[in-house]
């Protein structure tokens, strides 16, 4: 049996902490897993990535051989996520008789239609019905293009002469009863003739050109009418069962491909979502839909009550658990656990889950005492991953979030991975103060959040470099773009933080109706429209997020 995926997954506009919190937790859990097979849940969990790498995360994947996390925009549950019956597709050439008995083997109303994976059509129980019980003048069967093969099965027959594998195409059906004379007058080139023993009536049958002969009541047929047909190339076929039988029989043996439905087919994708699903199925009377894959390919097929029994997406957060900051519809999903270092946000889960939240300076810090805990070996690469998400959550120490055991861990992380701690802080910062090759969007959304309080949103954008120079040329170019993400963002105020990792020290500027009144009260300085330097505030989370929630909630009192 397939093991269930559990993705593991850090917030929006992720920063090195989320991507590398994500992946080494994955592996923690794996490998908690092959430890412990006893009591293994028999998943398998998989690092994702709920945005764009940036150019600090990039360096740090890159010298630790890590392959960056497959991005996921969107949790809510889709067609892949729910039961889908792996309905085999039939050739559009069989008949009407053999789709029907398919349909009561396999217990269903519907038949996909299907040419080298590619769907075709759809043949329903409907259809079949229709085929028995509408009339139809005597041409059908060669309207129809009917194979002789399926005349053939049709009529429990036997082939005698002529290529099973050719087609009645032109002609009618005539019924051989009354004096050979009156046989022969009712024949023309090409018919199609049903006939019983008289072996006269078979000869002028034959010698009237018809294309087939079919001879009835599993009567013995004469060795010179056999070669007669051979020399004509009359496709002579006899079968078990009598004239009035085998005639009423017969129009099931044609293919499928002349009722089946070929346009307008209802049909959706692997990667289509649920919930859009449920609206187009409802105002269509079909009971089964096909699916289809990225490819175009015919994949299977699912009904109204597979959608009842849809089964969620499982997810663990790291190092987020604000609504606003989590991967889209994660309302859909099933969260099984969160760890993270922040202030415990809007999100809610319909069911317990393992919580663990410490007030530390990373993720990736918690994440370290886990391994410990459960006695799992730290590789170098993954050792190096968390150094890293610890140097760069905590401006490699310099934050006041950062804490002892932060400290502690990252050095002891650094041994394991055999790095330097000053020299990968140094280089990683490097990388990430490039911005030459970003463009204005890209720089104000690698390290954004979205935050609310009461009935105001507001979202903080942090850039960091290793100075001051870098930080006004940034500052130039985003200023412009400020007011047009708010509105992109839905949000009432924007700042961002344009943050001096080697003198500690923060220029903040915002934009915003009440951004300038908001900062002056949070920081007790002079309202200025341009913006204010904070100088030994480096952190978002610990000096300015709450600094500014809590200027908002004095308001309200």
Known sequence: MAKKKVWVVGHKHPDTDSICAAISYANLKNEIEKKNPKTATGMTYIAKRAGSVNAETAYVLERFHAEAPAMISDVGTQIKDIQIRRTEGVNSHISMKKAWEMMKILGVVTLPVVRENKLEGLIVTGDIAKSYMDVYDNTILSTARTQYKNIVETLDGQLLTGNEHAYFVHGKVVIGIGTPEGVTSAIDKDDLVMIGDGEESQMLSIASNCSCMIVTNGYEISQEVIEAAKEREVVLISTPYDTFTAARLINQSMPIKHFMTKKGIIHFDLDDYVDEVRETVANIRHRDFPVLDENQNYVGMFSRRNLMKAEKKKLILVDHNEKSQAVSNIDEAEILEIIDHHRLGSLETMSPVYFRNQPLGC???????????????????????????????????????????????????????????????????????????????????QDFKIFHAGDVSFGVAQISAMGRTELDKVQERIEPKLEQMMGEKQIQMIFVMLTDILNESTYLIYRGADASQLVAAAYNCEPSDQGIMLENVVSRKKQLIPALINTLAERKM
């Open 363 to 445: 993720t990736s810090t918690i994440i370290y005492q886990m391994y410990l805990e459960k006695g799992i070996t730290i590789t170098s690469q993954m050792a190096g991953l968390m150094c890293a998400a610890i140097l760069s959550d905590t401006l490699m120490f310099r934050s006041p979030t950062c804490t002892q055991i932060d400290r502690e861990a990252a050095l002891r992380l650094a041994e394991i991975a055999e790095v330097k701690v000053e020299e990968l802080a140094s280089a990683m910062f490097q990388a990430g103060s490039n911005f030459d090759n970003k463009t204005e969007e890209e720089i104000l959304n």
